[in-house]
């Protein structure tokens, strides 16, 4: 019979409640595993929705010996997926043929797996035969019962921090990038009122051309935020060029070098096609030419012909434009989420930001082959959950 000190377990708990992080928790939760039941093997997988597997987070020290890390559970390949997607306790005093038909080669004798909600499961086992009584099994859904709660709490922790930090950057926009436009617009008005010369209602028309766009930024901000929703298989040069149509590009020029299927959310990504689209007009003046194409992973950096685009597997997309660059100093800082206060880039760059990252994409920033600004966009190693914070 297993072993519970009730001890070991009030301090486990008082410990995940003042846990800020999710990897904190999954930490402190299987520390605690071998004191608390008197038991070697404990793990915690946690559910990511975009690849809709558990992977693992924790583990036990002697977990870590005896397992050949890392294990990911999928539908239809183990226990543990069945009692998650159930959301059902399962205990197994001794493990027989038809329940290891999953891992027949598993040293595991006896466990209680223990689903977390949408949050993924904690597995407890033995390699020795045990019996789980109801006393034990009724602490132990205890246990994960706290885990969870802890989860939950850092969960709206850290949406709080989000919310915080979207705030800071309304305040930074409306402090800075909305003030110098409209100063520009009321300089040229009042230079209408004393001259009559209404040749400085240009200037004026693109400060509010400028405060609209900032606005539509904001409210795109605000109203979605970031998040990646519908993920589907999309022709790089047919959302391209439908961005490029709805974008305000005057008589700027479009060279589509080649395409590739992209797998991404089609909405976020014409905000990626067209924020980059607008910083290279801003940049570059209104008859930039900008090109567009994928990266292959065999060193190719572009695709000038439908018979390349067969060789080598695509790894992502560039847009480069033929401006007049980006001062080295500022190229490590460019795409910081924070470097839009106080700069000329507005929300733009920060949105491309914040979206590529939510597709666990990365993104980079060089110069093109014209010296103009050169930003990539390539598969990334990055978790692609938004409360994955490790």
């Not at 920033?365 to 959950?385: H, I, L, M």
Request: charged share 25%.
């Amino acid at each position: 019979m297993v072993a519970f000190d009730l001890d070991s377990f009030e301090a486990v708990t008082q410990q995940l409640m003042a846990a800020e992080s999710e990897r904190e928790i999954c930490e402190i939760a299987m520390s605690g595993i071998s004191s608390v039941f008197d038991v070697p093997l404990g793990a915690l997988w946690l559910y990511d929705s975009d690849a809709s597997e558990l992977q693992l987070a924790a583990s036990t020290e002697r977990a870590d010996e005896v397992f050949d890390w890392p294990v990911t559970y999928r539908p239809g390949n183990s226990l543990s997926w069945e009692a998650f997607e159930q959301d059902e306790v399962r205990t197994y005093s001794e493990l027989d043929d038809e329940q290891r038909q999953y891992n027949e080669n598993s040293p595991v004798s006896s466990e209680i797996i223990l689903p977390l909600a949408e949050y993924g499961v904690i597995n407890i086992g033995s390699l020795a035969p045990v019996t789980f009584d109801g006393e034990t099994l009724r602490l132990a859904r205890m246990y994960a019962t706290h885990v969870q709660a802890a989860l939950q709490k850092a969960e709206r922790e850290h949406d709080l921090r989000v919310q915080r930090d979207r705030m800071e950057q309304f305040i930074g926009v409306v402090s800075h990038d909305l003030r110098n436009p409209l100063h520009v617009v009321e300089g040229r008005l009042e230079l209408v009122r004393e001259t009559g010369d209404l040749s400085h209602l240009e200037d004026a028309e693109e400060g509010v051309a400028r405060m609209e766009a900032l606005i539509d930024d904001l409210l795109t901000l605000a109203k979605k935020g970031y998040a990646v929703e519908d993920r589907t298989a999309i022709s790089l040069d047919t959302i391209v060029e439908q961005t490029w149509e709805m974008a305000r590009t005057a008589d700027a020029t479009l060279r589509v070098e080649g395409s590739a299927p992209v797998f991404g959310d089609q909405n976020r990504l014409k905000q990626v096609f067209e924020n980059l689209f607008r910083n290279a007009a801003d940049h570059a003046g209104d008859d930039v030419t900008v090109w567009v194409g994928p990266i292959l992973d065999d060193g190719t950096a572009e695709i000038d012909t439908a018979d390349e685009r067969t060789e080598g597997r695509v790894t992502g997309f560039y847009v480069a434009d033929d401006g007049p660059g980006i001062p080295s100093d500022e190229l490590d800082s460019l795409l910081s989420v924070d470097s839009f206060s106080g700069s000329d880039t507005g929300l733009g760059l920060s949105i491309v930001t914040q979206i590529i990252d939510a597709h666990g994409w990365d993104i980079s920033v060089t110069e093109s082959r014209a010296g103009g600004a050169r930003f990539e966009v390539t598969d990334g190693t990055k978790q692609v959950s938004p409360f994955h914070s490790w």
